[in-house]
């Protein structure tokens, strides 16, 4: 199975909660604000992820999602 994370970044208040609960730290702040003036947390280093979700369970605007992909689906969504 594959995953599928994903930050709203516009859901992202930049508070720094799911930087500081990842224990492979992949999070971090971004330097330029998102459209409410935020700046947000970006998968800086996404190939370190283990898919832990912690920093969902952890996000106060559920902003960060993780989704299980099923891989043997093919193109048509058969």
């Known amino acids: 199975m594959s995953y599928k994370y994903q930050i709203e970044v516009d859901r992202c208040k930049g508070c720094r909660l799911c930087v ?3 224990p492979q730290n992949v999070l971090e702040i971004s ?3 998102n459209n409410i003036g935020y700046f947000p ?3 800086a280093n996404p190939d370190d992820c283990t898919i832990c979700r ?3 369970n952890m996000c106060p605007d559920v902003a960060i999602t993780v989704k299980q992909i099923d891989d043997n689906k093919d193109k048509s969504g058969k």
């Open 20 to 22: 500081d609960i990842c």
């Open 31 to 33: 330097t330029t604000a």
């Open 41 to 43: 947390a970006f998968q």
């Open 54 to 56: 912690f920093c969902c």
